[in-house]
Every structure is written in C-alpha cells, then in structure tokens.
Nanobody, 121 residues
C-alpha cells in the first residue's frame, strides 16, 4: 500500500490550498480516507475524513473552511483548504482504512509521507 500526499506549500493568511492523496495497492472504493495534521510540539490531530460511501466528518476547527472529497476513478482524495489561518500550519498526512472514518490516529493502518502547509500572518 502506498499513499502519496502533495499540494502543501507557503500561503498567506486567508489563502487557499488543495492537498491531494493518491492511494495505490488497495481497493480504494472500499476505503475511508482521512487527513490528519501535526504541528511542531503537538500531537497528531484529526482534520477531515470521508467514508467509502462519501459521508464526511470535519474537525470543529476547520468546519466551514475545509472540504474533503474523493475521486474513486483516480484513487485520489482531496482536502480543499480555504480561509487558512496561521494555526493551520502543520505537516498534513493522509491515511486510509477500511470503510468508515474514525478520528483516532491509531485506527489508521496506512499513512502517506506528509506534506507541509505553512500559513504566514
């Protein structure tokens, strides 16, 4: 199983980025996909997830600003991030597990390498 995350970068406060996660080696259409993030000195935290049926969950801190989606034909999940804030600065990781979203990192067996998002004030 391989997950390839991309799309991070440096953006000003209020800006937007779209992260992508390409998954290979699994039956993607039967998987849930999630994005987590980890800022320096902090624990990894759940950001957004989408189940195999397309149901989505978002952390309270990103509701109204971030959107998660998936394209099963491309084995790819996306995280659209708008109205970015300095507190969104972190390494963002995608993860995959069967069927449903669980917000606890330990329930996710496969992870991508992470992509850095930096929001300047």
């Amino acid at each position: 199983v391989q997950l390839q995350a991309s799309g991070g970068g440096l953006v000003q406060t209020g800006g937007s980025l779209r992260l992508s996660c390409v998954v290979s080696g699994r039956t993607f259409s039967r998987d849930a996909i999630a994005w987590f993030r980890q800022a320096p000195g902090k624990e990894r935290e759940f950001v957004a997830g989408i189940s195999w049926t397309g149901d989505t969950r978002l952390a309270d801190s990103v509701k109204g600003r971030f959107t998660i989606s998936r394209d099963n034909a491309r084995n790819t999940a996306y995280l659209q991030m708008n109205s970015l804030k300095p507190e969104d600065t972190a390494v963002y990781y995608c993860a995959v597990r069967p069927l449903v979203v669980i917000s606890t990192p330990g329930w996710w067996g496969s992870w991508g390498q992470g992509t850095l998002v930096t929001v300047s004030s």
